[in-house]
């Protein structure tokens, strides 16, 4: 089992920065991939980036490209999301996920962060 807890979401005026971070611990000596995914009022939870195990790859959806950088410190079992030029857009809750299907059969999610901007 891995057990995922996101911090560093609030409230922040749009063109501001947000730092989310997310801590994982239980199974973590096995490679995974992680990401974050966000889900707004009334829609479905959406992939916003992802990371390789050794940090070398980087995926991002198209609406965030430029203005979000994901990171992971595999030593620290800790994923960030550094959020810029943040638009009102961006107001969901955000899940860290780690991807352990291909080891343990299942994905994994935290218990989410709320993230607010403000026009």
């Known amino acids: 089992q891995v057990q995922l807890v996101e911090s560093g979401g609030g409230l922040v005026q749009a063109g501001g920065s947000l730092r989310l971070s997310c801590a994982a611990s239980?199974?973590?000596?096995?490679?995974?991939?992680m990401g974050w995914f966000r889900q707004a009022p009334g829609q479905e939870r959406a992939f916003v980036a992802r990371?390789?195990?050794?940090?070398?790859?980087?995926y991002y959806a198209d609406s965030v490209k430029g203005r979000f950088t994901i990171s992971r410190d595999s030593s620290r079992n800790e994923l960030y999301l550094q959020m810029n030029a943040l638009k009102p857009e961006d107001t969901a809750v955000y899940y860290c996920?780690?991807?352990?299907?291909?080891?343990?059969?299942?994905?994994?999610w935290g218990q989410g962060t709320q993230v607010t901007v403000s026009s």
């Open positions: 239980g199974r973590t000596n096995v490679r995974f991939a």
């Open positions: 990371i390789s195990w050794s940090g070398a790859s980087t």
């Open positions: 996920n780690a991807d352990l299907i291909a080891t343990l059969g299942r994905n994994y």
